[in-house]
């Protein structure tokens, strides 16, 4: 049991240090426009569930999302392939992804 909890923290530190972050970004796309897009998409996905009752967005609100953002034309993008200037900014919740664009 140890020695999976090690490998845990080994993968997790790794994953927090080396850049595992992914982010919602489509080239030409503004910083304010990426995060309008985002919550419009969450927004969307809350009238479809029972976010009140469940606490927050799970697994089919995720997958809406998901699609929501794809269809808008937004690509997940891990952090190292982001360039260099464009404005970051993380999801506070762990796995959730963060959006990216260009400074307003």
Same mark, same amino acid.
């Given at each position: 049991?140890?020695?999976?909890?090690?490998? +845990?923290?080994? +993968?997790?530190? #790794?994953?927090?240090? %080396?850049?595992?972050?992914?982010?919602?970004?489509?080239?030409?796309? !503004?910083?304010?426009?990426? &995060? $309008? =897009?985002?919550?419009?998409?969450? #927004? *969307?996905? !809350?009238?479809?569930? =029972?976010?009140? &009752? #469940?606490?927050?967005?799970?697994?089919? *609100? !995720? $997958?809406?999302?998901?699609?929501?953002?794809?269809?808008? %034309?937004?690509? +997940?993008? @891990? *952090?190292? #392939?982001?360039?260099? &200037?464009?404005?970051?900014? !993380?999801? @506070?919740?762990?796995?959730?992804?963060?959006?990216? %664009?260009?400074? =307003?």
């Amino acid at each position: 049991m140890r020695l999976v909890l090690a490998g +845990l923290v080994v +993968l997790l530190s #790794t994953c927090l240090l %080396g850049g595992c972050a992914k982010y919602w970004y489509q080239e030409g796309k !503004s910083f304010t426009q990426c &995060r $309008k =897009d985002l919550v419009s998409c969450q #927004t *969307e996905a !809350s009238r479809y569930s =029972d976010v009140e &009752r #469940t606490g927050g967005l799970g697994r089919y *609100e !995720s $997958k809406f999302v998901h699609e929501c953002m794809n269809a808008k %034309g937004y690509e +997940l993008v @891990p *952090e190292g #392939t982001l360039p260099v &200037r464009v404005k970051r900014e !993380s999801s @506070p919740v762990f796995g959730i992804p963060g959006v990216a %664009g260009t400074i =307003d």
